[in-house]
């Protein structure tokens, strides 16, 4: 790991009103519904040419501050005969160097795509000629920073322009978008390359399945068990990172579709503030709820992609008039003084009753993570509460106001043909027919719960430790996941914490500092036991599927999705 000087800069939840965030907060739940009409939907069923009513491109530059040099570190040794191993960082050191040209490092990508992905099903499309012509460019262009050249999976609700965006639905199969997202367009700026659209859950509800509730996309980890739940929506690009299909790539976060496919697949996944990063040219779920953000290798790699994409967009008010974004890249170096690992800054991590209670193997994952965190200088563990009426705020009474803000941009689908919402369309219903009393009920509990939050939680810590990645959904603060062990069956095992409002740098600093301890994010999944069948076999065998008892939701899956 790269040795970092002290970085005097104060952590950016040392700067901040957190009580600012709460009515900002509030802001944002009372114009709801006035505000959503900007959000971009597709056209209407059958309409495949239609696009938004903007057409317009989102205006991005080159972000400088992203080519510094705590971005680079020269590969392990272990790692330097095989690119598809390295992170972000150590390819890009590689491309830096001229040790490797983009074009090379984009065909070791492709190759286990052709090798691998008829097992893996990761993508929704692989952009092969598009990702080796852009390759071939960026080699005579002058460099722009850590993505130069770096291959990306990008989950299939990222507007991408000429490149069908489905969100995995019936109602956008033919949807071709005349721009790309916000995000994907700063990261193409900054030189990443798009190597294929990532499978997803069916508008972004479930695990990766097609619309009927077919399942699709595996864990790496365990590609010959489908049954092993791979995480939440952003499944594909999961996959796709942790199989080693591409460097890194971006998802969407509603319920927990950034921090649980992390944590299933032994990756490093942010899920930052609400408004941090855009939303323009996402293709919505929920208004107030909805977060994009990288699923990355380690804390070093997630810095690198949040950065390139965080920042204001005059296509999003909720990005605009949020505090500049500090330097992620230095957070997320750990900090030594000499030999000796050092916290960044002193940090206070909030555990919460019972989090590492039990014989089982996540308790016992989570009680090393902790003992790890707790040996490292200037880290301090501290009990805090949960806040009043926790379980009442955070349950199923409240949290089901999400469903109106999903179904309103969509109700002229609803009012034309429930079919295209597949498996998932009674919950758009169940949204639909919630009464207006319920919803601003909800939403005063949703502040209500964010003030307890802030009051009660962080008055006493800096970050919390968390079990579920809901409570800080509802509520829009930060989240990070990262790896901290494997089950006896080989299955890895990851922590969540929470920060408060835009300290992603310190949430970083964190998960940095506990990866310059341990080794469980050098770790990757084998390669899938056969090499990849033929076209034929490949199709018998989604068949064969489609049959099993496994190939498609359960009841309780499908369920889940009204809660």
């Not at 508008?203 to 399945?209: D, E, H, P």
């Not at 968390?466 to 006896?488: C, H, N, R, Y």
């Amino acid at each position: 790991m790269t040795k970092a000087s002290t970085d005097v800069q104060l952590p950016l939840d040392r700067l901040l009103d957190r009580r600012a965030f709460l009515a900002r907060t509030a802001a944002l739940a009372a114009t709801a519904t006035a505000t959503v009409g900007t959000v971009a939907l597709p056209g209407l069923a059958g309409l495949a040419s239609a696009a938004p009513s903007d057409t317009s491109a989102p205006a991005v530059t080159f972000n400088p501050e992203l080519d510094r040099g705590a971005a680079y570190n020269k590969p392990r040794e272990s790692a330097m005969s095989d690119p598809t191993e390295w992170t972000i960082s150590e390819a890009a050191w590689m491309i830096r160097h001229n040790k490797i040209v983009p074009v090379e490092l984009v065909q070791a990508y492709l190759d286990r795509i052709v090798a691998y992905e008829s097992t893996y099903q990761a993508f929704n499309v692989v952009l092969a000629e598009a990702a080796v012509k852009a390759a071939r460019q960026w080699a005579n262009r002058p460099h722009r920073g850590p993505l130069h050249g770096i291959p990306l999976a990008i989950k299939d609700n990222y507007f991408t322009e000429g490149v069908p965006t489905t969100a995995n639905s019936y109602l956008f199969q033919d949807f071709v978008p005349p721009y790309d997202a916000t995000s994907v367009a700063k990261l193409v700026v900054q030189g990443g390359i798009v190597l294929g659209k990532t499978q997803m859950g069916p508008l972004a509800t479930t695990r990766a399945t097609l619309p009927n509730g077919q399942v699709t996309t595996v864990n790496a980890w365990t590609p010959t068990n489908p049954s092993t739940n791979p995480g939440g929506s952003s499944t594909g690009t999961a996959t796709a990172v942790a199989g080693r299909l591409a460097s890194s790539g971006i998802g969407t976060q509603t319920g927990g579709s950034i921090t649980s496919p992390s944590n299933a697949q032994n990756l490093t996944g942010i899920r930052p503030t609400m408004g941090r990063v855009s939303l323009a040219g996402i293709v919505p779920l929920t208004y107030t709820r909805d977060h994009p953000g990288p699923l990355a290798r380690d804390a070093k790699d997630a810095a690198i992609m949040l950065m390139a994409m965080a920042g204001p967009d005059p296509a999003d008010p909720r990005s605009q008039g949020l505090p500049p974004v500090p330097n992620l890249i230095n957070a997320a170096t750990p900090r030594y003084d000499g030999d000796n690992l050092r916290m960044r800054w002193k940090t206070r991590i909030g555990v919460l009753p019972g989090y590492a209670d039990g014989s089982s193997e996540t308790a016992a994952a989570r009680r090393a993570f902790l003992a790890e965190m707790a040996a490292i200088p200037e880290c301090e563990l501290v009990e805090v509460p949960f806040p009043d009426e926790w379980s009442l705020l955070t349950g199923s009474a409240f949290n089901n106001v999400r469903l109106p803000e999903r179904s309103e941009p969509f109700m002229p689908y609803l009012r034309s043909d429930l079919r295209g919402f597949g498996v998932s369309v009674t919950s758009w219903l169940q949204g639909a027919l919630l009464g207006a009393n319920g919803w601003v009920t909800g939403q005063r509990a949703k502040l209500l719960l964010l003030d307890r939050i802030l009051d009660q939680i962080f008055s006493s810590c800096d970050v919390v430790v968390q079990t579920s990645p809901v409570p800080f959904d509802i509520v829009g603060l930060p989240e990070i996941a990262f790896p901290i062990g494997f089950s006896g069956g080989g299955v890895p095992i990851g922590a969540i914490l929470g920060g408060q409002p835009y300290a992603e740098d310190r949430l970083l600093s964190v998960a940095a500092a506990y990866q310059a301890v341990t080794d469980w994010h050098w770790r990757r999944p084998a390669d899938p036991p056969a090499a990849a069948p033929s076209p034929a076999e490949a199709a018998a065998a989604r068949s064969a599927a489609a049959t099993s008892s496994r190939g498609r939701l359960t009841a309780e899956e499908v369920a889940e999705l009204t809660q």
